[in-house]
Nanobody, 120 residues
Framework: VQLQASGGGLVQAGGSLRLSCAVS????????MGWFRQAPGKERESVAT???????DIADSVKGRFTISRDNAKNTVYLQMNSLKPEDTAVYYC???????????????WGQGTLVTVSS
């Protein structure tokens, strides 16, 4: 299983970015997809998650500014980030909970991380 994240970069405060994370490999079922972030000196935190049933969970710190979506046909999850603030600066990681073909239980897999820098 491979997770390929993209879309990070440098943006001014108030700007927008869209992150993408494509999942590939021998996949039986994707249960949940989401994004986490880790700022310098801080612990990794959940930003947004979405389940196969359509349930989404957005962190209070980004609610109203960030939107998570997924394309099941492409096994891809997106994070649309609007009205970015300097405090959104972090490495963003995609995370997927899935069951591989022939597997019995789902496991979590992580992408490589993409850096988002918001300048003031």
């Amino acid at each position: 299983v491979q997770l390929q994240a993209s879309g990070g970069g440098l943006v001014q405060a108030g700007g927008s970015l869209r992150l993408s994370c494509a999942v590939s490999g021998s996949i039986f079922r994707i249960n949940a997809m989401g994004w986490f972030r880790q700022a310098p000196g801080k612990e990794r935190e959940s930003v947004a998650t979405t389940t196969s049933s359509g349930t989404t969970d957005i962190a209070d710190s980004v609610k109203g500014r960030f939107t998570i979506s997924r394309d099941n046909a492409k096994n891809t999850v997106y994070l649309q980030m609007n009205s970015l603030k300097p405090e959104d600066t972090a490495v963003y990681y995609c995370n997927v909970r899935l069951t591989v073909r022939g597997g019995m239980v789902p496991y979590h897999y992580w992408g490589q991380g993409t850096l988002v820098t918001v300048s003031s």
